[in-house]
């Protein structure tokens, strides 16, 4: 995780989501999970649609994906999607066509940046250098083995203890997103091309909503408002 800072953030922040937000992460994510299933001895049914498992933290969804299995067995298929993400699954990931400029803009504009993702930081990392976006962000967060900020409520809390933003935002492509920055006081953004949709992020109270990634800089510039 990114060490605490010596000094507050003296511009404005833009916390973001990582997967369905910067990336389309679905083929790694899934993959890891088929192979889980595997592991515990069963074959996955290709008639179940997984996308509804990418933005809540695993140990939150993994039961529900096995009882299709009748199978109880949570912590060993998370020790398995963790091992076979680790080695694969992470780099079965694409940025959104768009998403790379976007945060350039939001970077030149006077924003800071920094990752705010329910993924294992050790995780999220990786995947951010791979692309070759590290150098845009101010930092680097995630949720850590203890579970502690597994959830974005917390995890955000965290984050604007650690690095004390005059102003931030919370973009992201599910409900979670939107519901962790209002509780937070933050104002919350939902981007239409992840894996919530414009309903869900309407129904958890999305102050507004990218339909596309050039359409983000424009609401971030008019929507970060002081703490």
């Not at 940025?95 to 939001?106: C, K, R």
């Not at 951010?128 to 962000?137: S, W």
Request: negative net charge; charged residues 25%.
């Amino acid at each position: 995780m990114s060490p605490p800072r010596n000094r507050p953030l003296s511009r404005p922040c833009v916390l973001l989501d990582l997967d369905g937000t910067l990336t389309d992460s679905r083929p790694g994510i899934v993959g890891s999970i088929h192979h889980a299933i595997r592991a515990l001895g069963h074959e996955p049914d290709p008639a179940q649609d997984l996308t509804w498992v990418i933005g809540p933290p695993l140990e939150d969804v993994v039961d529900r994906v096995l009882a299709h299995y009748d199978d109880t067995r949570g912590a060993l298929a998370v020790a398995e999607y963790r091992r076979h993400y680790g080695e694969t699954g992470l780099y079965q990931n694409a940025l959104y066509p768009g998403i790379a400029d976007a945060l350039h803009q939001m970077r030149d504009e006077g924003h800071d940046l920094v990752l705010a993702t329910a993924k294992r930081t050790r995780f999220a990392i990786r995947i951010v250098a791979h692309f070759g976006l590290t150098p845009l962000f101010r930092a680097l967060y995630g949720s850590e083995d203890d579970g502690v900020l597994d959830h974005k409520p917390e995890l955000i809390a965290h984050i604007l203890a650690r690095e004390a933003p005059p102003s931030a935002i919370m973009v992201g492509d599910r409900r979670h997103d939107i519901v962790g920055a209002h509780a937070n006081r933050l104002r919350g953004i939902g981007v239409a091309w992840g894996y919530g949709g414009i309903a869900e992020l309407n129904a958890a109270g999305a102050d507004a909503i990218a339909e596309r990634p050039d359409q983000l800089p424009g609401l971030v510039l008019r929507g970060a408002v002081p703490r």
